[in-house]
């Protein structure tokens, strides 16, 4: 049986959104589909966007919650696919939901439970930065605003008697029984459209540059939650190792990325802009403070980047080209790039005080799953591959089947938004083709 009037976004980060939004624009019945308690993605944990350096929640947060304020469109959060059959016109999946142990349909986000908590964990949503409890709602503007609670931290997974969520909780929303039920339901759509994004390299395994050796040297995703104002800092950006603000920062690009030995594709210009930005920033913010960006090419390749690498140049960021071989501490505590400046012809050792990692992208944990499920193959770099890269990029080689974002390559966030919008376009007009050879035929 055909089903030409629904579709499932796998995938709640800002193309998935947007596909989503589209689609229920147009009518469509909408599912989408995210791992995680909430939906937002990469996005939500971003402090600002380039090449406007806007709000990252500002722009993400109306759209997160115009869509689930829409009656054809159905969030459904903390959820897996462990299977899917059929084909275009009548996909059948089946979705594994992880149990929250709170009622969604009662709880308010009123967050006395989280108050109450007597654990205490990395937070990670702030890349580990500061402490979060064994019940929490996952940000501060997170979609939905509910409360989910870790079970392997929750002291009732070691066999003590905690009631203290239950007690605060006067709408009866912790159910500590949901385990306990069938877990598994079944989504019946015409197309489907994959969304689930992309990680980002972890340079710890290899302690890239004395990363997690050296507290001062850290990634660009831990620069971002550093300095942003729902932060563990409030914006502020310090010294792991002491809480200082420090007076010397230097970023190094293409870490994981453009080296035959790990990643040899470029991350798109994404690292670099990233990088950029964040130093544009910080300078702003504090003209005193001294930048030094380390690259390999400054890959500045759609509109507005070429103006935002002037405007960097132009607040007095130092620009050295070259990969640096080493970061060591020196005796005073700080960190020393070792680096050859290749336009120059010599090796420098410069001194600062932080080291931010421009991690490249990788592929999600759980993309060779789903490229088996979807029967979907994936390119070189390990990512969903399209139908044409040029005639067909957001196609594949199933029909029915659509890619959005970084998933199918590493994407600033307007190109993500864009290709949201295309994969909409697409499910939308096969499943109205469809439809109309269905009609015929009758």
Not at 34 to 42: Q, V, W
Not at 158 to 173: F, K, L, S, V
Not at 282 to 289: A, F, G, I, N, T
Request: net charge negative.
């Amino acid at each position: 049986m055909t089903d030409t009037r629904s579709v499932v976004v796998i995938g709640g980060g800002i193309a998935g959104i947007q596909a989503a939004s589209e689609l229920g624009d147009m009518g469509f019945h909408v599912y989408l589909l995210e791992k995680e308690p909430a939906i937002g993605g990469r996005m939500a944990r971003l402090n600002r966007i380039f090449t406007t350096n806007e709000s990252a929640i500002a722009l993400l947060e109306p759209k997160m919650r115009a869509l689930a304020a829409r009656e054809n469109v159905e969030l459904i959060t903390y959820a897996e696919i462990v299977a899917v059959k059929g084909s275009v016109g009548g996909f059948e999946l089946t979705i594994e939901h992880k149990p929250r142990y709170v009622d969604t349909n009662k709880c308010t986000g009123c967050r006395r439970c989280t108050e109450v908590c007597p654990v205490e964990q990395p937070n990670r949503f702030n890349e580990g930065f500061g402490t979060l409890k064994a019940i929490y709602i996952p940000y501060a503007h997170a979609v939905p605003s509910c409360a989910v609670i870790d079970i392997e931290s929750c002291l009732r997974s070691g066999g003590e008697e905690c009631d203290a969520c239950i007690n605060a909780c006067e709408y009866n929303a912790i159910d500590f029984t949901q385990a306990e039920r069938n877990s598994k339901s079944k989504l019946k759509a015409g197309a489907i459209i994959v969304a689930t994004g992309s990680a980002t390299y972890d340079p710890e395994p290899g302690h890239d540059y004395g990363y997690g050796l050296l507290d001062d040297v850290i990634t660009t995703m831990e620069f971002e939650r550093l300095t942003a104002p729902d932060g563990p800092t409030g914006g502020n950006l310090i010294r792991p190792s002491d809480c200082r603000e420090p007076m010397r920062v230097g970023f190094i690009n293409c870490v994981g990325s453009r080296d035959i030995n790990r990643n040899p594709y470029c991350s798109g210009g994404v690292c670099c802009m990233e990088n950029i930005k964040n130093a544009i920033l910080l300078k702003e913010k504090r003209p005193d403070v001294r930048c030094y960006i380390f690259y390999i090419d400054i890959r500045a390749v759609f509109r507005g980047y070429e103006a935002f690498y002037t405007r960097a140049r132009e607040l007095g960021i130092r620009f050295i080209r070259g990969r640096p071989s080493e970061v060591i501490e020196n005796e005073k505590g700080n960190l020393e790039i070792r680096v050859e400046d290749t336009l120059k012809g010599v090796v420098r050792n410069i001194e600062v005080e932080m080291v931010v990692l421009g991690t490249g992208s990788v592929p999600g944990e759980d993309i060779e799953r789903l490229s088996e499920m979807l029967k979907l193959p994936l390119a070189d770099d390990g990512l969903f591959r399209e139908l044409h890269p040029t005639a067909a990029p957001v196609d594949t080689e199933q029909r029915g089947i659509f890619i959005a974002g970084a998933v199918a390559g590493p994407k600033d966030i307007a190109l993500a938004v864009a290709q949201g919008s295309s994969a909409a376009a697409r499910a939308a007009s096969t499943l109205l083709t469809l439809n109309i050879y269905s009609l015929s035929e009758k």
